[in-house]
């Protein structure tokens, strides 16, 4: 089993819709979790960042953590076709000081205008 | 703005040859990561260094070796190239002062061996 676990996707939706994104995990040590984007051909850039349960808001997305459940999400709001990419989630277990982060393998999402 | 620069977006090798992909930072970051991306299994770290000429290996550096001999510079070398070393590889390097975790990433070099 992998420690952590993301919906392979590929996920299309209508421009407007709001966008559920979901990563699993098993190793109840990881305490900061993220979301990168990653565009066609480009290297993934930071998100979202938290390491609390409950949910954090940034604009159009919010970043949902359930640590009992092990279980973290990314909304995304009013979805734009400029939101078409990867979203990958990680987490670590510290706050990346001698850790390695995690990382999901990858979600497709193409919104459709 | 960080930049992450990866020397070669795309090559083409052959299997046995000697390859080497370069990466280089220019925030002064000590923490630098070598990644490959492959379709179904994410991004897997193949080596990391957290200062100049420090390395540790991450979950798969078979067939792989890096070199950092300055600090905004990080080489990944493939040995002798084989055909299951095709894949995307990604730079990234972290501002270790900072409580964010954020990776800065390179473009990418799309490696094929043939």
């Known amino acids: 089993q992998k420690e952590v676990e993301q919906d392979p996707g590929p996920l299309s939706v209508p421009e407007g819709a709001i966008v559920s994104l979901n990563c699993t995990y098993s190793n109840s040590a990881f305490q900061y979790f993220m979301w990168y984007r990653q565009y066609s051909r480009k290297g993934p850039e930071l998100l979202m960042y938290t390491y609390s349960s409950g949910n954090k808001e940034d604009g159009r997305f919010t970043a949902q953590v359930d640590k009992s459940s092990k279980y973290i999400s990314l909304f995304i709001r009013d979805s734009q076709p400029s939101d078409s990419a990867t979203y990958l989630c990680a987490m670590s277990e510290s706050n990346f000081g001698n850790e390695k982060l995690t990382f999901g393998t990858g979600t497709r999402l193409t919104i459709i205008p | 703005d960080v930049k992450v620069t990866q020397s070669s977006r795309y090559l083409v090798k052959r299997t046995g040859e000697k390859v080497f992909l370069e990466c280089v930072q220019d925030m002064d970051h000590e923490n630098m990561f070598w990644y490959r991306q492959d379709p179904g299994l994410g991004l897997r770290l193949i080596y990391f260094s957290y200062d100049v000429k420090m390395k540790e290996k991450g979950d798969i550096p078979e067939g792989y070796s890096v070199s950092r001999e300055k600090k905004e510079r990080f080489s990944l070398i493939l040995e002798s190239a084989s055909t299951n070393q095709t894949s995307m590889y990604l730079c990234?390097?972290?501002?270790?002062?900072?409580?964010?975790?954020?990776?800065?990433f390179g473009e990418g070099s799309r490696l094929t061996v043939l």
């Open positions: 990234a390097s972290w501002d270790g002062q900072k409580s964010t975790g954020e990776l800065f």
